[in-house]
């Protein structure tokens, strides 16, 4: 049981940091390059849904902030629950 519960815990952290690299890059690098391509065909999928629930506002996407939210409460959930099946 301990094993899922780290697998959910790295994969989670892995998913919030594969966001914020793709946020970051987003600001540097061309869209056309093969590491943020490649990124972005991880996270891409996950922040479209979101994108066409919540509103840009300005020119300010919350989207990500809103996936890593949703990516922490998410895993926390799931790891609550296996634990107290214990």
């Known amino acids: 049981m301990l094993f899922i519960v780290q697998i ?10 594969l966001v914020f690299i793709s946020v970051i890059l987003s600001y540097f690098m061309d869209p056309y390059h093969p590491l943020r391509r490649g990124i972005d065909n991880i996270v891409e999928p996950m922040l479209a849904p979101i994108r066409r629930i919540v509103p840009l ?4 996407d919350f989207s990500p902030l809103v996936l890593i939210l949703i990516l922490q409460f998410g895993s926390q959930f799931l790891i609550r629950i296996l634990l107290s099946l214990r």
Do not use: D, E, P, T
Request: charged share 0%; no cysteine.
């Open 8 to 17: 959910i815990s790295a994969l989670s952290q892995i998913l919030v940091l």
């Open 57 to 60: 506002v300005g020119m300010i």
